[in-house]
């Protein structure tokens, strides 16, 4: 069965860091495009972040730029987001997508081309 799994979520202090993680199986992410997705309680999912099948293309939405930093191991299967200097308003459900490289430039206004998402980790940042 192919998914998608994150882990790496939980509660932690303004200011502080976590690192989430997105494994692939079933399947190899090697040539995908891959994304972070996140959704606040009450609101519409939003883009945080991607980079295409070799890293050499990445984007950031506005609000994490300078904080967060997004990564990827083919040989692992895995992909990353670091997040440092975290916000109350960070808190939010972390998801991990996976798609189509033509169209990773176009995810921070539409998630076309993405052909599989995980389940999503919690984020919750203290004040």
């Known amino acids: 069965q192919e998914q998608l799994v994150e882990s790496g979520g939980g509660l932690v202090q303004a200011g502080g860091s976590l690192r989430l993680s997105c494994a692939a199986s079933?399947?190899?992410?090697?040539?995908?495009?891959m994304g972070w997705f996140r959704q606040a309680p009450g609101k519409e999912r939003e883009f945080v972040a991607a980079?295409?099948?070799?890293?050499?293309?990445?984007y950031y939405a506005d609000s994490v730029k300078g904080r967060f930093t997004i990564s990827r191991d083919n040989a692992k299967n895995t992909a990353y987001l670091q997040m440092n200097s975290l916000k109350p308003e960070d808190t939010a459900v972390y998801y991990c997508?996976?798609?189509?490289?033509?169209?990773?430039?176009?995810?921070?206004?539409?998630?076309?081309?993405?052909?599989?998402w995980g389940k999503g980790t919690l984020v919750t940042v203290s004040s």
């Open positions: 079933g399947r190899t992410i090697s040539n995908d495009a």
């Open positions: 980079i295409n099948w070799s890293g050499d293309n990445i």
């Open positions: 997508a996976a798609g189509r490289n033509e169209y990773v430039s176009m995810w921070d206004r539409r998630t076309v081309g993405v052909g599989y």
